[in-house]
Nanobody
């Protein structure tokens, strides 16, 4: 069964850092763009960052620019989201998703083929 699995979430104080991982099983990520999304209860899932299949192109929404860094290691079939200078408003369940077009074309949920179950990130003192 093809799926992606997120890990690395947890509780961190404001200003702290976390690194999320998105690992694929059952398929290779090499040809997929990967998006990171987040969702808080009562709100729609929103895109956070995206990386193209080659890693040569990345995108960040304004709220995380300069604080989050997306990267990938295709040899390990894994994509990462390094989150620094975390704020309480970053608290959410974070999801990764694979997009078979291979390039970042926005964050329309229906365009992503494989979704993980999410990992909780809580930023609180």
């Amino acid at each position: 069964q093809s799926q992606v699995v997120e890990s690395g979430g947890g509780l961190v104080q404001p200003g702290g850092s976390l690194r999320l991982s998105c690992a694929a099983s059952g398929f290779t990520l090499d040809y997929y763009a990967i998006g990171w999304f987040r969702q808080v209860p009562g709100k729609e899932r929103e895109g956070v960052s995206c990386i193209s299949s080659s890693g040569g192109s990345t995108h960040y929404v304004d709220s995380v620019k300069g604080r989050f860094t997306i990267s990938r290691d295709n040899a390990k079939n894994t994509v990462y989201l390094q989150m620094n200078s975390l704020k309480p408003e970053d608290t959410a369940v974070y999801y990764c998703a694979a997009h078979d077009l291979g390039y970042c074309s926005g964050y329309a949920l229906r365009e992503y083929d494989y979704w993980g179950q999410g990992t909780q990130v809580t930023v609180s003192s």
